[in-house]
């Protein structure tokens, strides 16, 4: 039986404001923190062999926050890209994100594009931002897409099946292994069909904790689970 391989790791950054409210420190301090942590966690994951990792960084929900919180946080992209560039370019990692841009801030969208050009060619891991993004949103705006495609002419009903429906959706790399930190053992909407099949771990760490030691605890997880389950016949 051959082991599974690790090849999507999508990762639900929770804890960031939590972190930084504990230390009596502003919670934009733990969403900075939170950055470093993105960057350093990928880093790793393309170390370790992993293809594409999938971050839930700010979610449809999260407009509900305080204004100068949002703020900051749509000032990321362009902290990241400039202290981080150089690192993504060694490591040969490429940007990319999944979710509705339209709607944010002009500087910070003008970041995600330049990420996104500037790292076009690298060979590497995919790092994928997951920016204003909602699930069901997600799947809606395929539903969208495929009902214009029989309007059209292009597609027969008939021909409507998971592959079909999958290729029409932002991403359709099936995840591996989720990893939600901070306690709360929910999947809030992220990436619900590509989740179908993969391994959950939940860890109490709150994200700017989550170091090269914990994501190696994940996977030593993943890893075992996959040793459990490949004796007997598991097949998908
Ligand atoms: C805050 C922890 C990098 C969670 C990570 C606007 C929330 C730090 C980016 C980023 C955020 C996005 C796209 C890109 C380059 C960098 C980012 C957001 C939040 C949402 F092309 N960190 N980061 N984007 N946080």
Same mark, same amino acid.
């Given at each position: 039986?051959?082991?599974?391989?690790?090849?999507?790791?999508?990762?639900?950054?929770?804890?960031?404001? *939590?972190? @930084?409210?504990? *230390?009596?420190?502003?919670?934009?301090?733990?969403?900075?923190?939170?950055?470093?942590? #993105?960057?350093?966690?990928?880093?790793?994951?393309?170390?370790?062999?992993?293809?594409?990792?999938? #971050?839930?960084? $700010?979610?449809?929900?999260?407009?509900? &926050?305080?204004?100068?919180?949002?703020? =900051?946080? $749509?000032?990321?992209?362009? %902290?990241?890209?400039?202290? !981080?560039?150089?690192?993504?370019?060694?490591?040969? %990692?490429?940007? +990319?994100?999944?979710?509705?841009?339209? !709607?944010?801030?002009?500087?910070?969208?003008?970041?995600?594009?330049?990420? /996104?050009?500037?790292?076009?060619?690298?060979?590497? /891991?995919?790092?994928? =931002?997951?920016?204003? !993004?909602?699930?069901?949103?997600?799947?809606?705006?395929?539903?969208?897409?495929?009902?214009?495609? #029989?309007?059209?002419?292009?597609?027969?009903?008939?021909? %409507?099946?998971?592959?079909?429906?999958? @290729?029409?959706?932002?991403?359709?790399?099936?995840?591996?292994?989720?990893? *939600?930190?901070?306690?709360?053992? &929910?999947?809030?909407? $992220?990436?619900?069909?590509? %989740?179908?099949?993969? +391994?959950? !771990?939940?860890?109490? #760490?709150?994200?700017?904790? $989550?170091? +090269?030691?914990?994501?190696?605890?994940?996977?030593?997880?993943?890893?075992?689970?996959?040793? *459990? =389950?490949?004796?007997?016949?598991?097949?998908?």
């Amino acid at each position: 039986m051959q082991k599974k391989e690790l090849n999507h790791l999508a990762i639900i950054l929770d804890g960031n404001g *939590r972190w @930084a409210q504990e *230390r009596n420190m502003p919670r934009i301090k733990g969403h900075y923190e939170g950055g470093r942590r #993105v960057k350093d966690i990928a880093i790793a994951a393309s170390n370790l062999g992993i293809k594409r990792m999938t #971050v839930y960084a $700010f979610s449809t929900e999260n407009w509900s &926050r305080p204004d100068d919180e949002v703020n =900051f946080i $749509f000032k990321l992209p362009k %902290i990241f890209l400039d202290k !981080y560039l150089n690192d993504l370019m060694k490591h040969q %990692i490429r940007v +990319e994100y999944i979710g509705d841009i339209s !709607y944010i801030p002009e500087g910070a969208k003008k970041s995600i594009n330049d990420s /996104m050009i500037k790292t076009n060619e690298n060979i590497g /891991m995919t790092l994928c =931002f997951a920016l204003n !993004y909602g699930s069901q949103d997600e799947i809606v705006k395929a539903t969208k897409k495929i009902v214009q495609q #029989v309007e059209d002419g292009s597609l027969n009903i008939e021909a %409507i099946n998971k592959e079909i429906f999958a @290729a029409n959706l932002m991403d359709n790399t099936p995840v591996d292994l989720l990893i *939600r930190t901070s306690g709360e053992q &929910r999947i809030s909407n $992220f990436l619900l069909w590509q %989740i179908a099949y993969s +391994e959950i !771990y939940f860890t109490d #760490v709150m994200w700017p904790d $989550f170091d +090269e030691k914990q994501l190696a605890l994940a996977i030593e997880e993943y890893k075992r689970r996959d040793r *459990r =389950f490949g004796g007997l016949s598991n097949a998908k």
